[in-house]
């Protein structure tokens, strides 16, 4: 659907080389609502304006349906632009057009007849919920509403992909909220291909089913949401899932912690992380019967990622060293990432 392969960019400002893009490498699949993260600067913008060729990359190759971009002549592109939707983070509403005439502009461009007109828009706006808003301007919509005519906008001529510039990013949470549903809904209903760029790891956490995180030009880790903040590898990374895991061990817990290994020296603890079908598993009271062992849950907190809960749970093993080795192998086995409490 779209492949990115190896792409620079570069920009000259005031006789100095910026690398904006250095060696971006992303294929989006059919379906997927594909979140690409990172801080500001990071050149999530960049990445996105090329798949519509708003930016044109310095090297490498941007595909879309197969296609090389680059290589389109003018009409080609101007065709392959049609399928492509673009939902931007202040809405980019004209406010001397209703909202009507907001969403029936990219149709009317494309010189569709009249009656077409009317029935796609009244069928949009009443997908996302504002079919009593037609008749009046955005300076009379409240941020939602108007991220929701730009959603109905971009999906006037039936594109088969939806790019989302930081769609949510100037709105309060439980409009943002709404504002994911309704992608969700335009991803499954309309079956549209969706990449979105943000820096709000709530956004990703909702919807998305694969992320790549960029920092500096650079992507630093992709795949499937679940196993990049499942296990995060790089620095940035663990900060975006820190931001929506409590994954912090309570300070009242340390304390405790303190305590006990001064009354005794045979109390080992543990830090476990698993997520998916391992959560359904009665680890805790199986290792106890099997060893015959011991085993508080001193802490635990679940998050959710792509409906997969995400749980973090600190153990006590009352045992000796050569024990607490054994269970901690078997806890293991199950797919369980352990880590000593220091």
Known sequence: MIDLK??????????????????????????????????????KSTLLRMVNFLEKPTSGSVLVNGQDISK???????????????????????????????VALPLILDHVPKNEISNRVNDLLK??????????????????????????RALATNPQILLCDEATSALDPQTTESILELLKRVNKEYDITILLITHQMNVIQKICNKVAVMEKGKIVEKGRVIDVFGNPK?????????????DDIPISILN?????????????????????????????SMATKKFNAEINVLNASVTELQD???????????????????????????????????
């Open 6 to 43: 190896n792409v620079y960019k570069t920009f000259n400002r005031d006789g100095m080389k910026i690398e904006a893009l250095k060696g971006i490498n992303i294929k989006v699949d059919k379906g997927d609502i594909y979140g690409v993260i990172g801080f500001s600067g990071a050149g």
């Open 234 to 246: 790089e620095k940035v990374t663990k900060d975006f899932v820190h931001s929506v895991t409590n």
């Open 308 to 342: 997969t809960p995400m749980v973090n749970m600190v153990i006590e093993l009352e045992c000796d060293s050569t024990l607490a080795e054994e269970i901690v192998k078997y806890i293991e086995s199950k797919n369980i990432l352990v880590e000593e409490v220091a």
């Open 72 to 102: 389109l002549n003018k009409k080609q592109l101007i065709s392959t632009r049609r399928k492509i939707g673009m939902v931007f983070q202040h809405f980019n509403l004209l406010n001397s057009k209703t909202v009507f005439a907001n």
């Open 127 to 152: 997908f996302v919920g504002l079919d009593n808003r037609a008749k009046n301007y955005p300076d009379e919509l409240s941020g939602g509403q108007k991220q929701r005519v730009g959603i109905a």
């Open 256 to 284: 405790l912690i303190k305590n006990n290994r001064q009354n005794s020296q045979n109390r080992k603890f543990f830090r476990l992380k698993f997520m998916g079908n391992s959560t359904l598993t009665p680890m805790i």
